[in-house]
């Protein structure tokens, strides 16, 4: 089992939908997470982060933590064709000081 | 945010050539980088960790006689890929931290390396 999980995807919203990305993880020693977008060709760029249980809202985006469940979602509203990327999850133990990152899930906005 | 420069952006060379990919964290102290190595429509790679003043750790099946990382100072890392051969041909993206925060890592914009 991987340390961090997430849709393989990839996955496919109509413009203006809600997109929902999905990740869990194994180490419960982890107390940071991240989301990167990573377009084609590019390098991964941080949209979001969040420390605490609960939801935390920037913009369009909405990352979820339940780290009971081991559970982290970003939730991307009003989604549009410029949102379409690859999409990272990463979980970070700040004793390790090392981030875990998924696979990823490769998110399409369809005009 | 933070800011890691990435230097050069894109590289072609031939077969056999040694190639210095550096990484420069312009407005932080970076005591952890990270090497990654991604292929086309693949996730991304880690290579190995380096701590400024220390020898990096390779990840299992990374040749550290092939990949040298060098990171002396806590603004710079270096990554040599010795003797390229063509199926070293990838994106190789650095990111900075700094080990004991739970601030995220900060990526440079990577470097394509084809070899001929």
């Known amino acids: 089992q991987k340390e961090v999980e997430q849709n393989s995807g990839p996955l496919s919203v109509p413009e203006g939908a809600i997109a929902s990305l999905n990740c869990t993880y194994s180490?419960?020693?982890?107390?940071?997470f991240f989301w990167y977008r990573q377009y084609s060709g590019k390098s991964p760029e941080l949209i979001m982060f969040?420390?605490?249980?609960g939801d935390k809202e920037d913009g369009r985006f909405t990352a979820q933590l339940n780290k009971a469940s081991q559970y982290v979602s970003l939730l991307i509203r009003d989604s549009q064709p410029s949102d379409s990327a690859t999409y990272l999850c990463?979980?970070?133990?700040?004793?390790?000081?090392?981030?875990?990152f998924g696979d990823g899930t490769t998110l399409t906005v369809k005009p | 945010g933070a800011v890691v420069s990435q230097h050069p952006s894109w590289v072609i060379c031939k077969s056999g050539t040694s190639v210095k990919i550096e990484c420069r964290s312009l407005?932080?102290?970076?005591?952890?980088m990270f090497w990654y190595r991604q292929f086309p429509k693949q996730s991304l790679m880690l290579m190995a960790t380096?701590?400024?003043?220390?020898?990096?750790?390779?990840e299992q099946g990374v040749e550290k006689d092939k990949f040298l990382i060098n990171h002396a100072s806590l603004t710079l890392s270096t990554l040599t890929v010795t003797s390229a051969h063509p199926e070293d041909s990838s994106f190789y993206i650095c990111?900075?931290?700094?080990?004991?925060?739970?601030?995220?890592?900060?990526f440079g914009d990577g470097t394509r390396l084809s070899i001929l």
């Open positions: 969040i420390y605490s249980n």
């Open positions: 407005d932080f102290q970076a005591t952890t």
């Open positions: 180490d419960r020693g982890s107390q940071s």
């Open positions: 990463a979980v970070h133990n700040t004793n390790a000081g090392k981030s875990t």
């Open positions: 380096s701590n400024e003043g220390s020898k990096a750790t390779y």
């Open positions: 990111s900075a931290g700094r080990q004991g925060s739970n601030q995220p890592q900060h």
